[in-house]
Every structure is written in C-alpha cells, then in structure tokens.
C-alpha cells in the first residue's frame, strides 16, 4: 500500500508542487493526504487544492502555546493516517508534541549546507558571510533547529557577481530535485538511520 504524506507549508509552496509532480507521476508511491499551513494566505494551499488535495489551516495564535497548537497538527496528522511528515517551506520551529508521535518521520528542506547558516535566511547569511560554496540540505527533524540527520545534501559555487535573487533561484531549482528524491528514498524504506548517521540503501 502507497504511504501518505502530510506537508506542512508557511508561503508558496514550490515545494510542495515539486512533490505533488513525482506523485502525480508515479516517481514517488505515495499520496499527498493532506497539506496544513499555519498560514491561510500561503499560495501552496491553493497549489494543493488545484490537485484535488485536502488542506487544512491551523492558526498558531488560536492556541495557547506551541505545545497545544502541534498537538492540534498531530490530530490532523493522525486523521489522515499520515506516514511521513514534510515540512516544505514551514517557517515554525516543532515541539516534541509533534516529534515524539512521528520519531524519525519528520523531514525539512532548509536552503544551506548545514551547519551552516541554520534558521530562517539561510540563502543571505549565507551570502553576508562570503562563503564561496553553499547548497540544500535535506534533514530529519529534531528538536533543534535545522540540527537533525542529515538525509541529503547538495551543493553549488556561490558567483563572484550574484544577487540574493539570483541565488535564491539556483537553490530553489535544487531544492526542487533534492526534497522530492529524499521523501522517494523514505517511502521505499532506503534510509537506515544510525544515531545522527543516516545511510541510503541502494
Ligand atoms: C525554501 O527555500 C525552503 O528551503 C525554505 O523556505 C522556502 C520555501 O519555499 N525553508 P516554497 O514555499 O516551497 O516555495
């Protein structure tokens, strides 16, 4: 039986389109069962909705802590009997709330080779600090942030003349490819993870 995907979104959501193209393709056996955003304005819901894909808005000012509001996600979670969690795009740190009932089940794209430049501008910290390489990186979730194993990575050689726009683009386009071949790798059970080691099975 095909595994089912919760993704959790903040914006956009390419991504999340990225993901939704190897479904729809029969590149990765699995089904988007539902897509949250702590963000109701964020363009990935109607992404999600264009594809007939169940969605669900959970708003973290609604509750009365982070605790209470990733217990709210985790029902929703569970709802939809959800295998792997993808954050893709998700701009809020997770609890244990939400870890603990899915261990080892929650990925994240985050735009740098960690650890460098963790946290929410991964693309100009990275910039601002002159480094002449950067990347992706594809990770599980701890409660750390953007501190898990590391399931993939890629790199690229940042220009001598480049704007932050102009490289945001060549890491999205990265981005694009990594995540949806790291949910692949999970859905057919090619990832052996050894305390912070994660090896891929061939
Ligand atoms: C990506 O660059 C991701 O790495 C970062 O936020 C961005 C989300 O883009 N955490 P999108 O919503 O998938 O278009």
Redesign the pocket.
Known sequence: MSKKLGII????????AAIIDKCESGYIDAEIAVVISNNSQAY?LKRAQNHGIETAIVNPKEFSNRQEYDKKLVEILKKYQVDLVVL??Y?LLVTNQLLDPFKYKVIN???ALLPSFPGTDGIGDALKYGVKVTGVTVHFVDEGCDTGPIILQEALQIKEIETKEELADR??SI?HRLLPEAVKLFVEDRLEINGRLVKVLN
């Open positions: 979104i903040s914006g956009s959501g390419s991504n999340l990935g893709a795009g701009m794209i985050h735009p890491i999205h981005e």
